[in-house]
């Protein structure tokens, strides 16, 4: 005589027990994979568009590729990429340098610094760039000359403002300092994504402050700011075609002038697009190679 309640084995509890499967019967079971019909009807609407794309610009002579390729490494266009890429650079060293410098005087706990860092940092994303650029540009109107010496006493020091910001320096200065106020919001980003307990953990173990903001914050914060910062760069160096205002011979500039007295409108400005865009994938792919180095820890 049983003593549970549990039906016998092999025979059924009731009519709602189903028998068991085998094998066999899950062999013969037909499998139907999933039905997309409209991601297909999509594809094939899209790849239409692209070769039509793609015709239009080998077949169509308005494009005329023969002016582009005369152009391409015609030696006006080298030069002015590569003062394309020295503003890039300039404005992008000294703009994290500076921002790096506001982010930690927001992070602060003395409110005069964090105060002085939010006013520079509102006030310089508040203003256009090219408003910022001519104004640097424009400096020698507002001061004759610029003197270092006692704080509202006498000065030791001057300098012509004249000759000493010319359009290069105003570019590079307007660009950094406009880099700056983004710079400084990516790289405090960056530190507030770092957890709070491993700085305690440091202190814990009597690693000096600067040891820990050099070791373990900014190893750490580099997988936050490393994606905003390469945004930031590319923008900057394709945003350096607003210095053309100032006529400086940069990329966009230069195209300007040539098709300007040729009149070859579009293959100009086709020379500048693949420029751009051959410049901003080698700075996509050192990006890929800097953010898998900082995920080493991170990822598996």
Do not use: C
């Not at 006013?119 to 400096?139: C, G, K, M, T």
């Not at 990516?186 to 994504?193: E, T």
């Amino acid at each position: 005589m049983s003593l549970t309640s549990d039906p016998p084995i092999g025979r059924a509890a009731g009519p709602h027990v189903a028998a068991p499967t085998t094998t066999a019967d899950h062999d013969a079971l037909t499998v139907v994979p999933l039905r997309h019909p409209w991601r297909w009807v999509a594809v094939a609407a899209t790849a239409v568009v692209l070769a039509q794309f793609l015709h239009g610009l080998v077949t169509n002579p308005g494009w005329e590729w023969d002016v582009f390729v005369q152009f391409f490494t015609a030696e006006t266009i080298l030069k002015a990429v590569w003062v394309t890429l020295q503003l890039t650079f300039y404005g992008t060293v000294l703009g994290f340098a500076l921002g790096i410098v506001l982010a930690f005087m927001r992070l602060s706990a003395s409110p005069f610094l964090s105060a002085v860092a939010y006013a520079y940092i509102w006030a310089f994303r508040s203003i256009p760039l090219i408003v910022q650029l001519l104004f640097w540009f424009n400096l020698a109107y507002l001061y004759k000359e610029l003197q270092f010496g006692i704080p509202f006493g006498p000065g030791f020091l001057s300098f012509d403002t004249m000759n000493l910001v010319g359009a290069m320096s105003a570019a590079v200065l307007g660009l950094a300092l406009h880099q700056a106020a983004y710079a400084a919001e990516i790289v405090r980003g960056g530190v507030l994504a770092v957890d709070g307990g491993q700085l305690e953990a440091a202190a814990a173990l009597g690693i000096p402050r600067h040891r820990q903001l050099r070791r373990i914050v900014l190893p750490q914060a580099m997988r936050s700011i490393l994606p905003n910062a390469a945004n930031e760069i590319i923008s900057l160096f394709k945003g350096t075609s607003i210095v053309s205002v100032m006529a400086i011979g940069e990329l966009f500039y230069q195209v300007q002038v040539v098709y300007g007295r040729n009149g070859r409108v579009v293959p100009l400005l086709m020379v500048a697009t693949v420029w751009y865009i051959l410049l901003t994938t080698v700075l996509s792919v050192l990006q890929h190679y800097v953010e898998r180095h900082y995920a080493k820890g991170a990822a598996r």
